[in-house]
C-alpha cells in the first residue's frame, strides 16, 4: 500500500475524514473481554469491524500495547486490518525521535515488524533522526507539529529566529517540512483541534499536506472551527482522529457487548457532523 | 533503587563517569551467537557482565530490540543487571514524548514492565507531557536537551525568546527542566559531546544537573573537551555514553568468543581517559 495515495482514495471513496485513534485501556473493556489474554486485541478488533466503513485510517497508540507487554496484540491486529478492510491506512503513532541509526531500527520496528502504513515522528532532533523513516517512500511520516495538549505551547509557541525570519517553533517544523523533508511527498503534521488558528497558519505554510488532528472528543477541540481552518479546496486534507469518545461510548453506556455497536453510533455521529462542515 | 543516589553512589564508588550504551545489532554478533533465539540477551549480558565493575550506568536502547520484536530479551537483560549487579542504574533510551495519558503509559512501559530506574524523554510536547514520568520520584527523567547528531541544530540551536530573554532553544529546554521540571531532584538533561561549548552552557545553567553525553567514540565527541565543559566541582556530573565502540571492539577485531573480554579493555580504556580528566 502507497500511504498518500490509499489515504486521498480513502477521503473520497469513504467520504470520510475521520481516524479512529486505538488507545486500548483494558481497564474500560467490557466486563465480557476481562481477564481474557486477547482481550486488546478482541477489543480493537471489534472497533475496527464496526468502523471500518467510517474511516479514513486506523491510528493504534503503541505506549497502550507496550505498557501491557502487548506487542503480539497490535502485530495481530494490523495485520488484521490488512487482511479485513484493505484500503484503509494505519497510522502508528508511536512519536519516535533519535539519531539515524537508532531511527533506523525505529523504522524496522514500525514498518517491517508492525507493518504499519505511517509513523508519527517528533522533530526536536532534526533531519537526520526523519531521514529513515523518509526513507521508506510508500510510507507516510507524519511530523509533530502543533500538539493539542496543554504543554504543547511550552516550546512550540516560541517566537524562534529562522532563515525564513522570525516566527514560532511550530510554524518553523510546518516550513521545514513542506520545504525540505517532503521530497517524496511522503510527510503529513500533527495539529491538534484544540488549536484552530494555528491549523489555519499550517494550512497556509503547507498548501494540501495532510494533517493529523486530535483533540476532538474527549480533548474539547471544535469541529466546526477545525474543518474550517484546515480542509483543502476539495473538502479534504485532514484526518480527525477520536479515540476515547468512540472506543469507550459503549462501555461507558451499559458495559455490554454492543460496546462495538455503540462505538459504531459514535463514529457515524462524527464522521457526519464533519461532513457537515466539509 | 532511588536513581539519583544510586548514580551518584556509583560515580563515587565505582570511580567511573562511562556509561555503556547496549545497543544490538545481530548482524555485528560474534559468529557463535548467530542464529540463537536469545543471541540479543546473551550478547548483551555478556557485555554487561564483563564491564560492570567499570561503569556508573547501562543504557539500553529499546530501538533495537523492538525492532526484533526481543522485547522478552529486554525484560530479561535488565532483571539481570538488577539481579547481578544491584548498585548499577539502568538508563531506558526510549526518548518518549505523548500526552500525558499516553505518557502514562510510557511510564508503566519504562519503570513497571521494563523496571528501569531512568528514561529518556523527548520535550518538544511541554511540560504535560513529562509530568508522568516526573511523578515516580525515585526515578530518573533525563530530557533530551542539545543532542548529538548533525541535525540536533535544525531546532535546538534556533535562537528563541523566552520569558528568560532571548537563548537558544537548547539553553531554554535546559533551563525549564532545572527551573521548573526538577522540583523532586530527578531530572537530567541530554547533551552531546560533539558540542563541548553547549556542554559548558549547560553546564553553567543548570547547576550540578547530571548530564547524559552521548557522541564519544563512534560519533567523534572529545573526552577531555567533554570534561572540561561538564564535570562538576567534585569531578563528576557526567554519564558519558559509549556504545558501538565498546560493544563491537571485539567482534571487529576477531569475531570470536572472546568479543566480551575486548569490550571489556576498550571500556576500561574509556574510564581510565576519562578519568585522567576528572
Same mark, same amino acid.
Given at each position: 500500500?502507497?500511504?498518500?495515495?490509499?489515504?486521498?482514495?480513502?477521503?473520497?471513496?469513504?467520504?470520510?475524514?475521520?481516524?479512529?485513534?486505538?488507545?486500548?485501556?483494558?481497564?474500560?473493556?467490557?466486563?465480557?473481554?476481562?481477564?481474557?489474554?486477547?482481550?486488546?486485541?478482541?477489543?480493537?478488533?471489534?472497533?475496527?469491524?464496526?468502523?471500518?466503513? =467510517?474511516?479514513?485510517?486506523?491510528?493504534?497508540?503503541?505506549? /497502550?500495547?507496550?505498557?501491557?507487554?502487548?506487542?503480539?496484540?497490535?502485530?495481530?491486529?494490523?495485520?488484521?486490518?490488512?487482511?479485513?478492510?484493505?484500503?484503509?491506512?494505519?497510522?502508528?503513532?508511536?512519536?519516535?525521535?533519535?539519531?539515524?541509526?537508532?531511527?533506523?531500527? /525505529?523504522?524496522?520496528?514500525?514498518?517491517?515488524?508492525?507493518?504499519?502504513?505511517?509513523?508519527?515522528?517528533?522533530?526536536?532532533?532534526?533531519?537526520?533522526?526523519?531521514?529513515?523513516?523518509?526513507?521508506?517512500?510508500?510510507?507516510?511520516?507524519? =511530523?509533530?507539529?502543533?500538539?493539542?495538549?496543554?504543554?504543547?505551547?511550552?516550546?512550540?509557541?516560541?517566537?524562534? +529566529?529562522?532563515?525564513?525570519?522570525?516566527?514560532?517553533? /511550530?510554524?518553523?517544523?510546518?516550513?521545514?517540512?513542506?520545504?525540505?523533508?517532503?521530497?517524496?511527498?511522503?510527510?503529513?503534521?500533527?495539529?491538534?483541534?484544540?488549536?484552530?488558528? +494555528?491549523?489555519?497558519?499550517?494550512?497556509?505554510?503547507?498548501?494540501?499536506?495532510?494533517?493529523?488532528?486530535?483533540?476532538?472528543?474527549?480533548?474539547?477541540?471544535?469541529?466546526?472551527?477545525?474543518?474550517?481552518?484546515?480542509?483543502?479546496?476539495?473538502?479534504?486534507?485532514?484526518?480527525?482522529?477520536?479515540?476515547?469518545?468512540?472506543?469507550?461510548?459503549?462501555?461507558?453506556?451499559?458495559?455490554?457487548?454492543?460496546?462495538?455497536?455503540?462505538?459504531?453510533?459514535?463514529?457515524?455521529?462524527?464522521?457526519?457532523?464533519?461532513?457537515?462542515?466539509?
Amino acid at each position: 500500500m502507497h500511504f498518500m495515495t490509499a489515504l486521498k482514495a480513502a477521503w473520497q471513496q469513504r467520504n470520510s475524514l475521520l481516524c479512529v485513534g486505538l488507545d486500548p485501556d483494558p481497564a474500560k473493556f467490557p466486563a465480557h473481554l476481562q481477564g481474557r489474554t486477547d482481550a486488546i486485541f478482541e477489543f480493537c478488533k471489534a472497533i475496527v469491524d464496526a468502523t471500518a466503513d =467510517l474511516v479514513c485510517c486506523f491510528k493504534p497508540q503503541i505506549a /497502550y500495547f507496550a505498557a501491557r507487554r502487548a506487542e503480539d496484540q497490535l502485530e495481530a491486529l494490523i495485520e488484521h486490518i490488512h487482511a479485513k478492510h484493505p484500503a484503509i491506512p494505519v497510522i502508528l503513532d508511536a512519536k519516535r525521535g533519535d539519531i539515524g541509526s537508532t531511527a533506523e531500527q /525505529y523504522a524496522i520496528e514500525a514498518f517491517e515488524r508492525f507493518k504499519a502504513d505511517a509513523i508519527t515522528v517528533n522533530p526536536y532532533m532534526g533531519r537526520d533522526s526523519v531521514d529513515p523513516y523518509l526513507a521508506y517512500p510508500d510510507k507516510g511520516v507524519i =511530523l509533530l507539529c502543533r500538539t493539542s495538549n496543554p504543554g504543547g505551547s511550552d516550546l512550540q509557541f516560541l517566537e524562534v +529566529e529562522t532563515p525564513r525570519g522570525r516566527m514560532k517553533l /511550530y510554524e518553523h517544523v510546518a516550513c521545514t517540512v513542506a520545504e525540505e523533508w517532503n521530497a517524496s511527498g511522503n510527510c503529513g503534521l500533527v495539529v491538534g483541534a484544540t488549536f484552530p488558528a +494555528e491549523i489555519a497558519r499550517v494550512r497556509e505554510l503547507t498548501g494540501d499536506m495532510p494533517l493529523l488532528v486530535p483533540g476532538i472528543g474527549a480533548q474539547g477541540g471544535d469541529i466546526a472551527a477545525t474543518l474550517a481552518a484546515g480542509r483543502t479546496a476539495n473538502g479534504a486534507g485532514l484526518m480527525i482522529n477520536s479515540s476515547r469518545a468512540i472506543l469507550y461510548a459503549g462501555v461507558e453506556a451499559n458495559g455490554g457487548e454492543e460496546f462495538a455497536e455503540a462505538a459504531r453510533k459514535v463514529a457515524l455521529d462524527t464522521r457526519d457532523a464533519i461532513n457537515a462542515h466539509r
